[in-house]
C-alpha cells in the first residue's frame, strides 16, 4: 500500500473550502490526475461513480460519502486503483487546513508499481491542493 499524506494552510473560512472542495463534479479542474467523473447513482450522501484517472484513460469505480464541513472519503471499489482518498477540513483560527490522505496500491499485475506511483500522486495531490487555495483566497 502507499501512504500518502499532504496538507496545506488556506486563509479563507471551512464555509468557503467546503464550497470548493465539495463540488466533486468538478474534480478534474484540480486534481489533473482525475481526467472526467460520470455519476451513477447518488443517495443520501453517498456518490456511486465512474472515475476515469489520467493513467492510460483507466476508469475506476468510486463509491464518495460526502460529510458536510468535515470530510470527503472516496474509497476505490473497482478498477486499477484499489484503497481510498479521504479530503478532510479542520478550523484553525480564522484559517482552515485541507488535509488528503492516499492508502491505495494498484491492482494485479499493476501492484509491482504502487511505489513508483506513489511519488507521482503525491505531487500531483500537492499541485491540487496549490491550485484549490489558489482559487479560494483569489
Known sequence: MA??????EINASIDKVWDVVSDIDNEPK??????????ISKEEN???REVTIAFRDQKCLQEVKIYPKEK???RFTKGIIDGEKIVSLSAKEDKTILSTHWDIKLTGMM???TGMIKKHIKSGTEQAM?????EIER
Open 130 to 134: 496549490q491550485s484549490i487555495k489558489e
Open 111 to 113: 501492484g509491482m508499481f
Open 30 to 39: 484540480f486534481w489533473k490526475g482525475t481526467k472526467e467523473v460520470r455519476n
Open 46 to 48: 453517498t456518490v456511486k
Open 72 to 74: 470527503i472519503e472516496a
Open 3 to 8: 501512504i500518502i499524506d499532504v496538507e496545506i
